[in-house]
């Protein structure tokens, strides 16, 4: 047993378990290969948010079959949201796979990969902070969720909220750091929520102060946030730290309080709306990204109108839209037909996405010609990519190795989902472009 695999679908917070197992895989000595054909284990990080995703999953064990028999003693796992606390379902339906484990629950894997390695993984494994890092990284800070809204899965698969001690994430983004990570992303079902479950009840707002003082870090960001603990301790730390970036995830989920209510969402869109005016009283230049579920059971056109008109009149820099998924065992399942056809959830879709799309466009018209700082990720069809504080993509074209650098660009062309920009030199970098064109 040499060599592994992780397929990955679905949120950032799947995207940082599967990176926190890949480190303890790596820790115990295995390589990871770009192929599933070529790994001895095998792991497919499952989401189960909507069907989509679920349909997916489903297919990619469906290909893992004739993996599996081709080799019986490769390791094939299904890790994340499809597992729940019982599998006897799965068990029969999937017999190709050999664990079934619940997110996060790295242990009964490491547990057999220790075995026919001769190992004990705990006496090997120490931290799950990735080992390789890119320049940007997700730092998962809570996990679960207690809000249980009517169409969510994520409580009944992560469980309660669990907050992780402020002490150890510290440590940890300093750890990233030394392995040259710039930027952290603290990752939680409901971030803003850190703290609340912990005995000396810190939030959001402290751990971010800590980690504006971790030195060599460059950058903040957070997510996904509920408007019930966008507390203005929170939106004063976005709005004073330096290293936290202006971009701040939002869900509002629907425009209309019959169906933020039907939802289970403990705020009127009166109150989202003047939460979000204060965020941006606050926080000058911010930018802002929300998600809408459209064709929610009992929705009517002119709720969903309304939905519209709030996304015209708040003018978001993001709309993660979706049209409603019946997800078995959520409250709305239990309770509510689902009742709009799939051609009229496929139509307010479209016009949804089409407001968003012209709104965005004429938002980012407005920064031709602006100066931006830009943290370089890495490279593209030939041109270095990053993202501003507000989380706009730019792409840019350099001769020197920018990655990890933040960069001044002046941005020459904009579209609605990314910018074409010119390096704006230093000075003195400036003059010894200069000197060198002139032979000195």
């Given at each position: 047993m040499n060599t592994f695999h992780i397929w990955t679908i679905g949120c950032q917070m799947n995207k940082a378990d599967s990176e926190r197992l890949e480190s303890a895989l790596e820790q115990l000595g295995l390589r990871q290969t770009s192929q599933a054909a070529d790994a001895d284990v095998v792991v497919l990080n499952s989401c189960v948010v909507?069907?989509?995703?679920?349909?997916?999953?489903?297919?990619?064990?469906?290909?893992?079959?004739?993996?599996?028999?081709?080799?019986?003693?490769?390791?094939?796992?299904?890790?994340?949201?499809?597992v729940g606390a019982k599998t006897d379902a799965l068990e029969a339906k999937f017999p190709q796979v050999d664990l079934f484990l619940r997110p996060q629950q790295y242990g009964p894997l490491l547990d057999l990969v220790g075995q026919r390695l001769g190992l004990d993984w705990q006496g090997c494994v120490g931290s799950l902070a990735p080992v390789h890092p890119k320049v940007t990284c997700y730092v998962p800070i809570i996990h679960g969720c207690d809000l249980m809204c009517t169409f969510c899965i994520i409580p009944f698969r992560r469980g309660r909220q669990a907050s992780?001690?402020?002490?150890?994430?510290?440590?940890?983004?300093?750890?990233?750091?030394?392995?040259?990570?710039?930027?952290?992303?603290?990752?939680?079902?409901?971030?803003?929520?850190?703290?609340?479950?912990?005995?000396?009840?810190?939030?959001?707002?402290?751990?971010?102060?800590?980690?504006?003082?971790?030195?060599?870090?460059?950058?903040?960001?957070?997510l996904t946030s509920h408007p019930s603990y966008m507390s203005q301790r929170i939106i004063r730390a976005v709005a004073d730290l330096p290293k936290v970036c202006e971009h701040i995830n939002l869900p509002v989920q629907a425009g209309d309080d019959d169906v933020l209510q039907r939802m289970r969402r403990p705020y009127s869109q009166a109150q989202y709306r003047e939460l979000v005016g204060s965020i941006r009283e606050a926080v000058p230049g911010v930018s802002m990204s929300t998600d809408i579920i459209v064709g929610f059971p009992g929705e009517s056109e002119a709720q969903y109108r309304r939905s519209l008109e709030l996304v015209a009149e708040l003018r978001f820099?993001?709309?993660?839209?979706?049209?409603?998924?019946?997800?078995?065992?959520?409250?709305?399942?239990?309770?509510?037909?689902?009742?709009?056809?799939?051609?009229?959830?496929?139509?307010?879709?479209?016009?949804?996405?089409?407001?968003?799309?012209?709104?965005?466009?004429?938002?980012?018209?407005?920064?031709?010609?602006?100066?931006?700082?830009?943290?370089?990720?890495?490279?593209?069809?030939?041109?270095?990519?990053?993202?501003?504080?507000?989380?706009?993509?730019?792409?840019?074209?350099?001769?020197?190795?920018?990655?990890?650098?933040?960069?001044?660009?002046?941005?020459?062309?904009?579209?609605?989902?990314?910018?074409?920009?010119?390096?704006?030199?230093?000075?003195?970098?400036?003059r010894s472009v200069a000197s060198a064109s002139l032979g000195a």
């Open positions: 909507r069907q989509s995703a679920e349909d997916k999953v489903v297919g990619t064990l469906g290909f893992m079959g004739p993996w599996k028999r081709q080799r019986p003693d490769r390791v094939l796992a299904l890790m994340g949201c499809m992780r001690p402020l002490d150890e994430i510290a440590r940890e983004v300093e750890l990233l750091v030394d392995r040259g990570v710039k930027e952290v992303t603290l990752l939680g079902q409901t971030v803003d929520a850190y703290g609340h479950d912990l005995p000396d009840r810190p939030d959001l707002a402290d751990l971010l102060r800590r980690l504006n003082d971790v030195p060599g870090l460059a950058r903040i960001r957070f820099d993001k709309v993660h839209c979706a049209a409603y998924s019946t997800r078995p065992g959520t409250a709305a399942a239990r309770n509510l037909e689902d009742d709009v056809s799939p051609e009229e959830k496929s139509r307010r879709l479209h016009e949804m996405d089409q407001l968003q799309e012209g709104i965005l466009g004429e938002i980012n018209a407005t920064l031709v010609g602006q100066d931006v700082e830009v943290l370089v990720e890495g490279r593209k069809k030939g041109k270095w990519h990053g993202r501003t504080r507000t989380d706009k993509l730019v792409f840019f074209d350099d001769p020197a190795d920018r990655l990890g650098q933040l960069v001044n660009v002046t941005i020459q062309r904009a579209s609605p989902w990314s910018f074409q920009a010119s390096v704006v030199l230093p000075r003195t970098e400036s």
